[in-house]
């Protein structure tokens, strides 16, 4: 490995579009160059007959991606500006245009989650075709945690599991192992990391959904299904305060400390989550989930609390945000109606397909 490596490794071969991720240090943190040599490589493929499956991976041992550049994203919201022609907007909008890609592409999408995956982790892996986890999976939306709304798709995600459990993770910041994954359709396939790299192999000769079948086995149980009454009956609630205030009155020591983790995070970005879940669960498509999230990411752009979220946790390390507000009470309904504000001619505007408006 030499310093002088691209950032991501594009190759065609045997029938396969191959991706790499390749940044191990960072655990493969996505920025913008990268996001746009996977839009331009998945659209070249889809028109090409030479590639019948597209195959992503992560560099190195510890995950497949581990989010965005948040530290690049820090310097950019730090600066100040006009966030709508921000280099950290334009990053967001090829992002996003290429999870809506992932989300309908027309060949198989095999990807390996292995490892670490959150946040732009997750959008560049869960809308596709052939999900695939291992026993070292660990997968998660932890945006709240610095501040920020779970975007990249990630809301859309969320709001189709099973009852609240994606309400759940996203407020807690939850980490998914494989067969939580697997459960709330996050995932698809549970293969053992010892046998990924015979499953790539396989993957030149055969389709995705055979060559998946000769190594896939049954996943692990499910821990937050194991827990669904108590979190359907706690997050089913209408606003974040009532759901703290369930959990606390929940006889579960798990939803006990769930709740002291969901009063450590961003209050208002707590609030504007439940509500982009909220609307996500009713919106027709990805494509009309995104384009909300696209104007919710912008305005966190010129909040205070996704730059100190990124410094306590990212840059300092102290972990100790200094939220403003600083409490649920203290947010208040024109401060979360902001970040749904529409921007006009800066609209992410990805197109809802015919039937899903």
């Given at each position: 490995?030499?310093?002088?490596?691209?950032?991501?490794?594009?190759?065609?071969?045997?029938?396969?579009?191959?991706?790499?991720?390749?940044?191990?240090?960072?655990?493969?943190?996505?920025?913008?160059?990268?996001?746009?040599?996977?839009?331009?490589?998945?659209?070249?493929?889809?028109?090409?007959?030479?590639?019948?499956?597209?195959?992503v991976?992560?560099?190195?041992?510890?995950?497949?991606?581990?989010?965005?550049?948040i530290v690049?994203i820090?310097?950019?919201?730090?600066?100040?500006?006009?966030?709508?022609?921000?280099?950290?907007?334009a990053?967001?909008?090829?992002?996003?245009?290429?999870?809506?890609?992932?989300?309908?592409?027309?060949?198989?999408?095999?990807?390996?989650?292995?490892?670490?995956?959150?946040?732009?982790?997750?959008?560049?892996?869960?809308?596709?075709?052939?999900?695939?986890?291992?026993e070292?999976?660990?997968?998660?939306?932890?945006?709240?945690?610095?501040?920020?709304?779970?975007?990249v798709?990630?809301?859309?995600?969320?709001?189709?599991t099973?009852?609240?459990?994606?309400?759940?993770?996203?407020?807690?910041?939850?980490r998914?192992?494989?067969?939580?994954?697997?459960?709330?359709?996050f995932?698809?396939?549970?293969?053992?990391?010892?046998?990924?790299?015979?499953?790539?192999?396989?993957?030149?000769?055969?389709?995705?959904?055979?060559?998946?079948?000769?190594?896939?086995?049954?996943?692990?149980?499910?821990?937050l299904?194991?827990?669904?009454?108590?979190?359907?009956?706690?997050?089913?609630?209408?606003?974040v305060?009532?759901?703290?205030?369930?959990?606390?009155?929940?006889?579960s020591?798990?939803?006990?400390k769930?709740?002291?983790?969901?009063?450590?995070?961003?209050?208002?970005?707590?609030?504007?989550t439940?509500?982009s879940?909220?609307?996500?669960?009713?919106?027709?498509?990805?494509?009309?989930?995104l384009?909300?999230?696209?104007?919710?990411?912008?305005?966190?752009?010129?909040?205070?609390d996704?730059?100190?979220?990124?410094?306590?946790?990212?840059?300092?390390?102290?972990?100790d945000?200094q939220?403003?507000?600083?409490?649920?009470a203290?947010?208040?309904?024109?401060?979360?109606?902001?970040?749904?504000?529409?921007?006009?001619?800066?609209?992410?505007?990805?197109?809802?397909?015919?039937?899903?408006?």
């Amino acid at each position: 490995m030499t310093e002088t490596e691209p950032d991501i490794l594009i190759d065609k071969r045997d029938g396969l579009g191959l991706i790499t991720l390749n940044r191990p240090k960072a655990i493969n943190a996505l920025n913008h160059e990268m996001a746009l040599a996977m839009l331009r490589a998945l659209r070249e493929w889809a028109e090409d007959d030479e590639v019948r499956t597209v195959v992503v991976t992560g560099a190195g041992e510890r995950g497949l991606c581990a989010g965005g550049d948040i530290v690049a994203i820090h310097h950019d919201a730090k600066a100040g500006g006009d966030a709508e022609t921000s280099a950290t907007a334009a990053f967001w909008r090829d992002e996003y245009l290429l999870n809506a890609l992932i989300g309908r592409y027309a060949k198989p999408y095999v990807v390996v989650m292995d490892g670490i995956v959150m946040g732009g982790g997750v959008g560049i892996s869960g809308h596709g075709s052939h999900r695939i986890v291992t026993e070292r999976s660990k997968i998660g939306m932890p945006e709240v945690g610095i501040g920020f709304i779970p975007d990249v798709g990630g809301t859309y995600l969320l709001a189709r599991t099973p009852g609240e459990i994606g309400t759940h993770v996203a407020l807690t910041t939850a980490r998914m192992g494989a067969g939580d994954a697997i459960a709330t359709g996050f995932a698809d396939y549970y293969v053992p990391s010892e046998s990924i790299p015979a499953l790539l192999e396989t993957l030149r000769s055969e389709t995705a959904e055979i060559a998946i079948a000769k190594f896939a086995t049954e996943a692990p149980e499910s821990e937050l299904v194991a827990d669904q009454d108590w979190i359907d009956a706690c997050y089913s609630a209408d606003s974040v305060e009532e759901i703290v205030a369930r959990l606390q009155a929940s006889d579960s020591p798990t939803a006990a400390k769930a709740a002291a983790d969901v009063l450590g995070k961003s209050p208002v970005a707590l609030k504007v989550t439940l509500r982009s879940l909220r609307y996500a669960r009713s919106a027709t498509s990805l494509e009309a989930v995104l384009n909300e999230e696209y104007r919710v990411s912008v305005a966190s752009l010129a909040s205070h609390d996704l730059v100190e979220g990124i410094r306590a946790q990212v840059i300092d390390k102290d972990r100790d945000p200094q939220w403003s507000p600083a409490t649920l009470a203290d947010v208040t309904a024109a401060q979360i109606d902001a970040y749904f504000a529409e921007l006009g001619e800066y609209e992410l505007g990805s197109t809802i397909p015919e039937g899903q408006q």
